[in-house]
């Protein structure tokens, strides 16, 4: 049975419609307004993100992945391991990366740990860090879920992709390219991706429909203004001599030379496809505005002179992200956000760079090659990432929780779901006694994940003191395997797709029922 059967438009005709609308003039103004108001309703919205039928309730569910590049440390975290566990296990606490037991603290009635790190340095840079992990813990401690991993590389880029794909689990698709297909039809642009180096790359399946694929965006702060052919332009024509201007443009390259030899090339159809009915699906739902985290600040940022405007959820995130403009990864949190609630995506993918960060106010915001400064520091560059990535999560976790996803009293965070990933964890070993130690890439680690949707308060896994290397577990299951060390990268991907409730129908993947919330 077809969608218009169901009573529903399908995406071309309803990408159709909403380039008709883009076209209108004086005459079709109304219906311009119209087209575009409708399309912001509770209802409407629900609507749109429901076009592809999705298991269970078939609403829409979000995933954000943030990608903790450099090698973001487990048993820096929430599985620490404190001096004197190891030193009861035979082992030697001062030759491991392990820690004094007042640094360690638990979080009551719960499985995880929460590590608390006060120096004067930054590797080598002089900076005072004073971290404590234990607030961030203990307030999603029932949305948390660790699981422990091995991966199959140590590679920085080949490891950042493994960890989006389960190593090619699924015919080599991302967890984004896997949500955007199950829930992403008929939006705007379903997959948007703002990470670095492997985490910003596709995957390699090139049957899934195009939009699926992710719409790398380098300068969130900037690019939501590149979202519409002639807002912010002074003496513009009217909508409808642009519609014919392009009209006329799209034919003239169809009957060109080029366009006569390659028009059967998939890349010049998807880049066709953009430019009609994909570009009008951006400008007429005004995301060049509702997506617009800047404000209205004359002679700087003259946006009323242009026509434009801010969100209208602008100022309170600037007041959630007030270095949006100089920090990448505020500025990536506060697009993820306006994203999720305007129903543009339902997989944003955003975290730090390997460039060193520093705000307009000189506020040290990364380390360069961010935790893997590691190599230089470990123990004070592990504590600061951890700690910028927690608070910036912190913040969207609030955002998300304030918005309705519809009417029947669900928040967004309730349908959401981030997924800190990271290549790899960190060696374990350090010379006797040293306060101050460098580490290496080490296969062994362990992932964090947060959403009302998976397992809270679990650690898939464990840690041995006597080596504070992780271990396995059954991923249908969640009872842990001490003896297994072997990859599982294709569990996490399983799980995390069962706990978005993705149809993984003739996939192969494990059943990996351990990370959903029952």
């Known amino acids: ?67 903790a590049v450099g090698g973001a440390s487990i048993i820096d975290s929430m599985l620490a391991v404190r001096a004197s566990e190891t030193a009861a296990a035979g082992a030697s606490p001062a030759k491991l990366n392990t820690f004094a037991d007042a640094q360690v603290r638990d979080v009551g009635g719960s499985p995880f ?35 422990t991993s091995v991966g199959t590389s140590v590679n920085h880029v080949i490891a950042q992709k493994r960890s989006l794909t389960g190593n090619n689990a699924w015919r080599g698709r991302t967890l984004q390219e896997c949500v955007a297909l199950q829930y992403g039809a008929g939006l705007p642009l379903p997959n948007v991706n703002m990470g670095n180096a492997g985490y910003s790359e596709r995957g390699v399946d090139t049957s899934l429909p195009a939009y699926c694929y992710g719409e790398v965006v380098a300068k969130p702060s900037l690019w939501p203004l590149g979202l519409d052919g002639m807002k912010g332009l002074k003496d513009m024509p009217s909508r409808d001599v642009l519609a014919l201007v392009r009209s006329t443009r799209n034919t003239l390259d169809a ?17 066709n496809a953009q430019r009609t009915e994909g570009q009008s699906a951006l400008e007429v739902q005004d995301l060049i505005n509702r997506l617009n985290v800047m404000p209205d600040n004359p002679p700087g940022m003259p946006l ?48 730090p760079s390997f460039n060193i960060g520093v705000t307009s106010s000189r506020e040290f915001t990364n380390p360069p090659l961010a935790f893997d400064f590691s190599h230089n520091e470990h123990r004070s560059v592990q504590a600061f990432m951890w700690s910028r990535l927690m608070t910036t999560i912190d913040k969207l976790i609030e955002l998300l929780k304030s918005e309705p996803f519809d009417s029947s009293g669900e928040s967004l965070w309730d349908r959401s779901l981030i997924y800190m990933a990271t290549e790899f964890g960190r060696t374990r070993t350090r010379v006797e006694g040293a306060t101050q130690f460098g580490t290496g890439h080490d296969l062994n680690n362990g992932f964090m994940i947060l959403s009302p949707m998976v397992r809270g308060n679990t650690v898939l896994g464990g840690v041995d003191p006597s080596t504070t290397l992780t271990h396995g577990f059954d991923p249908r299951t969640g009872a842990p395997e001490p003896g297994k060390m072997t990859s599982n990268e294709a569990d996490i991907f399983s799980g995390i797709l069962q706990a978005m409730g993705v149809d993984t129908s003739g996939s192969g993947l494990p059943d990996a029922s351990a990370f959903v919330r029952t």
Not at 126 to 133: E, F, G, I, N
Not at 255 to 271: C, N, Y
Not at 305 to 321: K, N, V
Not at 346 to 351: A, D, H, Q, Y
């Open 1 to 67: 049975m077809s969608l218009r059967q169901n009573g529903r438009l399908s995406r071309r005709e309803m990408l159709k419609a909403l380039s008709m609308c883009a076209a209108g003039s004086a005459t079709l103004g109304p219906l311009l307004t119209g087209c575009r108001d409708a399309l912001t309703t509770p209802a409407a919205l629900e609507q749109l993100g429901g076009v592809r039928h999705a298991r269970l309730d078939g609403k829409p569910r979000f995933l954000i992945v943030v990608g």
């Open 304 to 351: 009323a002179e242009y026509g434009l405007s801010s969100s209208p959820d602008g100022e309170r995130l600037r007041a959630a992200f007030p270095n949006y403009m100089t920090d990448a990864v505020e500025a990536q949190a506060a697009l993820a956000f306006l994203l999720i609630k305007n129903r543009v995506s339902v997989s944003v993918t955003l975290g």
């Open 255 to 271: 009957e060109s030379v080029f366009g006569r030899t390659f028009d059967d090339a998939a890349a010049l159809r998807r880049w």
């Open 113 to 147: 740990r929460a590590v608390k790190v006060e120096t004067d340095y930054l590797g080598s840079i002089p900076l005072q860090v004073k971290t404590d992990q234990l607030p961030f813990v203990r307030k999603y401690k029932d949305s948390m879920l660790v699981a």
